[in-house]
C-alpha cells in the first residue's frame, strides 16, 4: 500500500494560483487516512512531499509512530522531466535530508511524481543509490508483478516495486489515485479480483485528497475538476471495502517478503 502524501495543489502550477491553501485539509485527510489503517490492521510505505513535510512535521510522526514506513516523494513535487541532472541531484538530497532530520531516520523509499523517472535522460538508479536509496516506485509502465533488483554496479541494486495495473479487457491502467475513484467499485473489484485468481501480488495507491470531499474545488476548468473530484465523496468507503477483503504492507515489508521466497526457491526448500 501507498500513499504519495502531496497536497491537492502539487503539480497544478498556475492552475492554483488564487486559490486559498489551508493545510488542515490535508491533516484531516491524513488523519482519516491512519486511522483507516488502525481499524485493518494494514501498514503503508507513505511518500511525503519533503517540503509539506516540514510544515507538517507532527503527521509525519504520527505516522511513524503507528507503524508505517516514510519515503521521499520529492521536495517540491516539480515534474522530473523538467529538472537537470543537477536539479534533480540538489533536489533529492535536500529532501532526503530534511524527512531524516524530521524523522530522527533514515529515509530509503523514493518514488517520483508523476511516475516518469523513465523520461530523465541521465543515470537517475546511480544518483538514487549512491545518495543511499534502496527502494523505488516511479514506473507505471512496467509489466513486472513482483519487485525486481534493478543491478546499478557490480556491488549495488535498487529495488523496484512496481504499481499494479488493472485489466479491463484489452487495457490496463494504474491502480490508484483518480482510476480508483473514478471507476465504479464493482469494476475496479472484478480486475482485483482476477489478478487475486493468478496469484498476482497488487501495489496500489492512493492521495490524501481522493478521500475528503472538503478540499478545495478547482472552478472554469472541467477536466482538471473531473479529474480532481469526482469520486472523493465515496472513496472512503471504497476503500474500507478494499482493506478488509485483502492485506497490504509497506514497500520494504513486500521486498523481504519476495526476497525469502526466492532465496526458498533459490535453496529448493
Known amino acids: 500500500m501507498i500513499v504519495d502524501a502531496e497536497d ?23 488523519d482519516l487516512l491512519l486511522d483507516l489503517f488502525d481499524k485493518h490492521d494494514t501498514k503503508a510505505t507513505i511518500f511525503f512531499v519533503a517540503s509539506l513535510a516540514r510544515s507538517c512535521p507532527d503527521t509525519v510522526m504520527k505516522a511513524k509512530a503507528r507503524g508505517h514506513e516514510i519515503g521521499n516523494h520529492s521536495l517540491m513535487h516539480i515534474h522530473p522531466s523538467t529538472q537537470t541532472e ?16 524530521i524523522l530522527g531516520d533514515r529515509v530509503e523509499s523514493f518514488r517520483a511524481p508523476w511516475l516518469e523517472l523513465h523520461k530523465m535522460r541521465y543515470p537517475v538508479l546511480d544518483i ?41 479487457f484489452n487495457f490496463s491502467y494504474p491502480a490508484g489515485g483518480g482510476y480508483l475513484r473514478i ?16 496469484n498476482v501480488p497488487m501495489t496500489i495507491y492512493i492521495h490524501p485528497y481522493d478521500i475528503n470531499a ?19 465523496d465515496c472513496f472512503l468507503n ?32
Open 183 to 198: 471507476f465504479p467499485q464493482a469494476m475496479v473489484w472484478h480486475a482485483m479480483q482476477i489478478l487475486c485468481h493468478r
Open 128 to 168: 538514487l543509490v549512491n545518495n543511499g536509496y534502496l527502494y523505488d516506485s516511479s514506473d507505471s509502465r512496467l509489466t513486472s508483478l513482483e519487485p525486481w533488483k534493478l543491478p546499478v554496479d557490480r556491488v549495488s541494486c535498487l529495488y523496484h516495486v512496481p504499481v499494479t495495473r488493472l485489466p479491463f
Open 238 to 269: 471504497k476503500l474500507d471495502f478494499m482493506l478488509l477483503q485483502m492485506d497490504f504492507t509497506t514497500i520494504k515489508n513486500a521486498v523481504a517478503y519476495y526476497e525469502n521466497i526466492n532465496s526458498i526457491k533459490a535453496n529448493g526448500t
Open 8 to 30: 491537492w495543489h502539487h503539480g497544478l502550477g498556475r492552475v492554483a494560483n488564487g486559490i486559498p491553501r489551508d493545510l488542515g485539509h490535508f491533516r484531516v485527510s491524513m
Open 214 to 232: 472538503d478540499h478545495p474545488r478547482l472552478p472554469k476548468l472541467f477536466f482538471e475538476t473531473l479529474k480532481r473530484n469526482i469520486g472523493r
Open 86 to 101: 543537477k536539479q534533480f541531484l540538489s533536489e533529492i538530497r535536500e529532501s532526503k535530508n530534511m524527512l531524516e532530520d
